[in-house]
């Protein structure tokens, strides 16, 4: 099997091993350029829960001072973390399923890609 082709960021040369029948691995191979970066956009769309949990934990802090400063009674403080915390917690898991679900879509993308370069491989050398 060949070595990939490619150079990586660094400026060093890859040393995956290139796709059957090609000079570059998946990495580095240009007929997949649009696809690595459609899968890399759908990552980052994976990870946009990030805002609403940055807004929480300012409501958070927000809520703190005001429980300080005596502007929030300490008890309808405390209601209203619990609340916050119940809904930040919510939000963590919807992130983390997100992920869960990017990371199958993209393993059974790996596996499928795997079995066809096993099979152009034994089809070359069967």
């Known amino acids: 099997m060949s070595v990939c082709a490619g ?4 400026g060093g040369r890859c040393t995956a091993p290139a796709l059957p029948g090609e000079g570059y691995c998946y990495g580095h191979h240009p007929d997949y350029a649009e696809k690595r970066r459609r899968n890399a956009a759908k990552s980052h769309k994976a990870r ?6 940055a807004a929480i934990k300012e409501r958070l802090s927000a809520l703190a001072d005001d429980v300080l400063k005596g502007s929030v009674d300490r008890a309808d403080g405390a209601v209203v973390a619990q609340i916050l915390n119940v809904y930040l917690r ?7 399923i997100k992920e869960s ?3 199958e879509r993209r393993l059974e993308e790996l596996e499928e890609l795997q079995k066809r370069q096993r099979q152009a491989g034994a ?3 069967g």
């Open 48 to 53: 946009s829960a990030s805002p609403e949990i």
């Open 7 to 10: 150079i990586k960021r660094d």
């Open 90 to 96: 919510a939000t963590g898991m919807e992130l983390k």
């Open 123 to 125: 089809s070359r050398w």
């Open 101 to 103: 679900e990017e990371l």
